[in-house]
């Protein structure tokens, strides 16, 4: 285990090396390791002094997770995954709250197609055991500061106090269930407690920047990034780490891939301690681990280069993240207004680019990359002269706002900070969109 934990601390600073190429992190992520987000817990968290926290609103990364994509070369040993446990709600009618079923993925030797997927119990994209374990923590972390510590939330389960929403991918949900199981274990539900997690089908799907149904003309609006100096001079000095892994994953000819670092695939091997791959036809030609983790890194400049310092990053901005952002502001006036319907805790299992596209408009452009069960947390305080303040704590550490926003994230004006998320709400989003 102690072998483990060095392992990934060398991830960590290799990534933020191979990230400096573009813009180096903030010191204050020196401890930022992409194979393990950080949350605060009770230990860390410090409340505003003289307020009274009046709503939280937690992003929260999924856990580790296999490859979302089957590459030629992989011929790792995926048994990372575990055989889940099912119980749940269908028809009206309740089933056992014992389990009555259990998924279980298996190798299709009977397939022709057998070979074109790895080894192993997990399917493509799907959440590890370690990944469950993660998210599940943070519940507990979330927990010990919310629950125990603040009061903010009851000791016993009340779910009309919780917003849930998940995305379509089943591996969202799952870390949904897991940190849920850690903020309100069973000691702390009433029988028959059920939380509800809410989720948009995946054509209408609005935090996910990849959401190329709801905007076909992000591609076009991505595409400028790529002529700018600042990317080939990237793309440059990445070109012989580029030709070294598409040649060892068997994808130099192959269009959909061979343009990428492919940062993808070598995440599990890394975050797991499995070996790095080598070439099929000379075994001493090796992924090393600093390779292997600057791929990581330089994977993450290529997606999130064109929010940050691309030719139309603004607009980018605004027709990715924009279509979600203008629910943050309306929920916590919602809330202080005594709507109802609202939730004063609200918790998103989302992804890396989910999260980001928040983080682009927020905060500072030297801010990580979101890693496995990463989470940004919006707490709305009230002061004592009965104002508003929000402040946004993200890897257990306060943002730094982003230049334009004229405030600090440690306390910023809830109406300078609504107004500044409300100015990238597409006042027309299709007509944005449209190609």
Not at 44 to 52: N, S, V
Not at 273 to 280: A, D, F, H, Q, V
Request: glycine share 6%; hydrophobic share 35%; with cysteine.
């Amino acid at each position: 285990m102690h072998l483990l934990r060095v392992s990934l601390a060398s991830v960590a600073f290799l990534a933020l090396q191979a990230a400096a190429q573009i813009g180096e992190y903030d010191p204050i992520y020196s401890d930022y390791d992409y194979c393990q987000g950080i949350t605060s817990d009770s230990k860390t968290y410090k409340p505003i002094l003289g307020a009274t926290l009046k709503k939280v609103q937690l992003f929260m990364r999924h856990g580790d997770r296999v490859p979302s994509m089957v590459f030629p070369g992989d011929d790792a040993d995926y048994n990372l995954c575990g055989n889940a446990t099912e119980s749940h709600y269908s028809g009206g009618d309740t089933l056992s709250r014992t389990p009555t079923v259990q998924s279980k993925i298996i190798d299709p030797q009977d397939s022709p197609y057998h070979k074109l997927l790895w080894k192993g119990n997990c399917d493509v994209g799907q959440l590890t055991n370690r990944g469950k374990q993660q998210t599940h923590n943070v519940g507990k972390s979330i927990r010990s500061i919310y629950v125990d510590m603040l009061k903010f939330l009851p000791k016993f389960l009340n779910t009309d106090l919780i917003y849930v929403r998940n995305t379509h991918a089943v591996r969202t949900r799952e870390s949904a269930e897991h940190m849920l199981n850690g903020l309100y274990p069973s000691l702390f539900r009433a029988p028959g407690s059920v939380i509800e997690m809410n989720a948009y089908p995946e054509a209408v799907e609005n935090i996910v920047l990849s959401s190329k149904n709801l905007c076909p003309a992000l591609p076009s609006i991505f595409k400028p990034f790529a002529s700018t100096p600042t990317f080939l001079n990237f793309f440059k000095s990445n070109y012989a780490l580029m030709a070294k892994t598409n040649n060892i994953l068997g994808i130099a000819n192959n269009p959909q891939y061979n343009n990428s670092l492919n940062g993808d695939f070598f995440i599990s091997r890394l975050c797991n301690n499995m070996p790095l791959p080598c070439s099929r036809t000379n075994a001493s030609d090796c992924i090393t681990s600093t390779e292997a983790t600057k791929a990581i890194a330089g994977t993450w400049v290529m997606a999130y280069g064109p929010m940050r310092w691309g030719p139309q990053a603004e607009k980018v901005k605004r027709i990715s993240g924009g279509m979600f952002v203008g629910t943050i502001p309306k929920n916590i006036r919602a809330t202080l207004n005594g709507d109802p319907s609202s939730r004063p805790f609200e918790f998103y299992s989302v992804h890396d680019q989910s999260i980001d596209q928040i983080m682009a408009i927020i905060s500072a452009p030297n801010t990580p990359w979101p890693g496995y069960s990463a989470t940004l947390g919006l707490e709305t305080w009230e002061l004592a002269d009965k104002s508003h303040v929000v402040r946004a704590i993200y890897e257990g550490k306060m943002v730094k706002a982003h230049a334009d926003l004229k405030c600090s994230l440690e306390a910023c004006p809830l109406d300078t900070f609504a107004t500044f998320l409300e100015r990238y709400v597409p006042s027309d989003a299709q007509a944005e969109c449209a190609v």
